[in-house]
């Protein structure tokens, strides 16, 4: 405990001076319904950030080879950092990296009073990862002359990772205040990728019980009904169900994860109004605060005669089942049906009364939320009514029938439980939220070209909210290009590559960055003579007879031969995959696309049970499931559509965040162009190409 404190005092004490300023996670600030926060979270389409995490980024994320500082305390918390996270590669050194990271010593017997100087301490914490406060550079390491993402230290140090669970990073934005981006900063790939949504969430529906000074069951019960899933799934990392009471995160602990018990299974205890029934206690319990539904607010079902109007069903309810009072024994007003508006009815149209029309039978206006669909004809003209497209009797907006009567569809800017995942109330997909899925929270390939030689790219797209370091990142065009990691990959009659963007490389949120496979200018042939422009990175910058053009990055190979001398996308077809290494037994995939037609030589990628070292990959999807996009031929080009990823495997998967990168359907995401107009290197797929 003292230790995460520490962390969360260290992380935004560095963020303070060393963030990129306003990072906007746009979390919303509203503030729930009086019922807590039920109407106002299903009314305000919970947004889902990203779908899984994106990696960490800033060059002190990864720690650039123990460039941390000179001294035998900064070599060894730079080799610490060296090969990744730190959990995952240094669980030895874990705790002498994060207490050189936040400059005091966590495990010594002053650890608690040095909680409360913790963001003081920061100070230290920059000045030893070579921050802006640090009193000189230390040997290129960093330092006020060093630019931005160079080799350690500089402004990204305080991309250290310190928090590894949702629930340290959910600890640490109630701490600053609720606002997540700074802890989302300091934050493991698997925290982020379980937290980012839960924060979203929060601050969408449930923004003022869950400030730092927030009351901890009014907060969860909010989580519950909002965002079930993202909740629990953080709850149960911060030990809920084991038994043991965490009196910080945890209101009970029973060490079950039944929901119908008095201790809930997000280690709440069970209240009425929580939308889950305690068996025993309640009735019912839809988790509103109405009480002209089905159940009412003390969690009993509505009866005639409970003395509350059941909307839709009762005309009245005097609290009494008996007849020959004005209100009949089945709580229907006993003058209804006559054509005459008598004392008590809202309507009387006597025998036009039906429950499509806009006066029931229990002589009640026709109303959205009282469970009849009123359609009939006066619909929308008389007493108040609208006319429907549905009516479920509910006020949830996150069913199939949405606030105002409506059927729910993509872009109605309500989440649908079960059939979206995202819904920001456009038909754009080319935004955060395109198809109602969310934006992958990683990089992406965005278009490919493989013809005529000299105009041959891949494009890559940003479509996270946070710069991403690109030197974290490969592009190759060879099956195996998970040999990387074991030093052995080698080129295929030299026409494969597998290459690394160049250190310092960053991609800015929304950015794109194309990679000319050819030359950028120059020779014979170039990508700047096809579209009159240069290119972001190349990959062999003297192909075609040409001199290195200067102005353009080139591309770096992994080991001396990683970049074939006739290195190019095959015609016929081959993968095209995009990954993540900087250490270890394993790649990341991050992103991957088949086009044409497999063969031996560029075969689809399948690393299932393939042992690297120590480690061994989970299994891909079989080649004979993979999806593959037609070759884009001559004057053809390859575009991504959509920037989600929702034909995609989510859990057990090679790829950064747990996917299975090679389980997406393709087909469905990409869109092929046939002549070179529809061609748009670093910008969005030309009209008309996608659906």
Not at 409 to 422: F, H, L, W
Not at 459 to 464: D, H, L, S, V, W
Not at 615 to 639: F, I, K, R
Request: glycine letters at 14%; hydrophobic letters at 35%; aromatic letters at 4%.
């Amino acid at each position: 405990m003292h230790k995460f404190a520490l962390a969360i005092g260290a992380i935004l004490g560095l963020s303070s001076a060393c963030a990129p300023e306003s990072i906007d996670l746009d979390l919303g600030t509203t503030t729930p319904d009086d019922g807590g926060g039920a109407v106002g979270a299903r009314e305000s389409g919970a947004r889902v950030l990203s779908d899984v995490s994106a990696p960490l980024q800033g060059d002190g994320a990864k720690g650039r080879g123990g460039a941390a500082g000179s001294s035998a305390e900064d070599a060894g918390t730079g080799g610490a950092l060296a090969d990744g996270f730190i959990a995952e590669d240094a669980p030895s050194r874990n705790d002498a990296a994060f207490d050189h990271a936040i400059g005091v010593d966590a495990k010594g017997p002053d650890a608690p009073a040095a909680m409360d100087a913790a963001v003081h301490d920061a100070k230290d914490a920059r000045a030893d990862l070579g921050g802006p406060d640090a009193s000189a550079p230390r040997d290129g390491a960093g330092g006020n002359d060093a630019p931005p993402s160079v080799d350690a230290g500089g402004a990204d140090a305080d991309a250290v990772v310190l928090l590894e669970t949702c629930a340290e990073v959910r600890q640490c934005a109630r701490a600053s205040g609720g606002t997540g981006a700074v802890c989302l900063r300091g934050a493991s790939a698997t925290a982020r990728a379980s937290s980012e949504p839960l924060l979203a969430c929060e601050g969408d529906a449930c923004a003022a019980p869950c400030r730092n000074a927030y009351a901890l069951g009014a907060c969860n019960a909010c989580l519950l009904l909002a965002c079930p899933a993202a909740f629990v799934g953080c709850a149960r990392q911060s030990g809920c169900g084991d038994g043991v009471l965490a009196t910080d995160t945890e209101e009970c602990d029973d060490g079950n994860v039944e929901d119908r018990d008095a201790c809930t299974a997000a280690c709440t205890r069970a209240r009425c109004g929580d939308g889950r029934v305690h068996d025993g206690q309640e009735a019912c319990d839809d988790g509103n605060r109405i009480d002209t539904d089905a159940c009412l607010t003390s969690c009993r079902r509505a009866v005639c005669g409970d003395g509350i109007v059941w909307t839709g069903v009762e005309g009245c309810d005097d609290g009494n089942q008996s007849g020959g009072d004005g209100c009949s024994a089945v709580c229907l007003i006993e003058s209804c049906g006559n054509a005459v508006l008598d004392p008590g009815e809202e309507c009387d149209e006597g025998a036009s009364n039906r429950d499509e029309a806009p006066c029931l039978p229990t002589c009640r206006a026709n109303r959205c939320g009282d469970g009849k669909t009123c359609r009939g004809d006066g619909c929308g003209a008389r007493l108040g009514t609208v006319v429907e497209q549905c009516d479920d009797g509910n006020d949830s907006s996150s069913d199939a029938c949405v606030k105002g009567c409506r059927s729910a569809v993509c872009g109605d800017g309500y989440v649908r439980d079960g059939a979206e995942t995202c819904d920001d109330g456009n038909d754009d997909a080319f935004d955060r939220c395109g198809d109602c899925v969310p934006a992958a929270g990683h990089l992406l390939i965005t278009e490919i070209v493989t013809r005529p030689t000299g105009a041959e790219f891949i494009e890559i797209f940003n479509p996270t909210l946070f710069s991403v370091a690109l030197s974290d990142f490969l592009l190759s065009d060879s099956h195996l290009y998970y040999e990387v990691a074991s030093g052995t990959f080698t080129t295929a009659s030299g026409s494969d590559f597998a290459a690394r963007f160049p250190e310092g490389a960053e991609l800015e949120p929304g950015g794109y960055a194309v990679v000319a496979l050819g030359n950028a200018s120059g020779g014979s042939q170039s990508f700047a003579a096809a579209y009159g422009k240069t290119p972001d990175y190349e990959l062999r910058p003297a192909a075609n007879q040409a001199t290195d053009d200067p102005a353009v990055a080139n591309m770096v190979p992994v080991g001396s031969s990683s970049i074939g001398a006739s290195a190019s996308l095959t015609d016929g077809g081959e993968p095209v995959v995009l990954f993540s290494y900087r250490g270890g037994d394993l790649v990341s995939d991050v992103d991957y696309l088949f086009y044409g037609t497999a063969s031996v030589s560029n075969a689809m990628v399948d690393k299932s049970g393939v042992a690297m070292g120590a480690s061994t990959y989970l299994p891909d999807t079989p080649v004979t499931t993979q999806h593959a996009m037609a070759a884009p031929g001559e004057a053809g080009s390859l575009h991504r559509c959509v920037y989600g990823e929702a034909h995609e495997t989510a859990v057990q998967g090679n790829g950064i965040g747990g996917h299975d990168e090679t389980s997406e359907d393709v087909t469905a995401a990409f869109a092929l162009a046939t002549t070179t107009s529809g061609r748009t290197p670093g910008a969005p797929p030309p009209a008309g190409i996608c659906p």
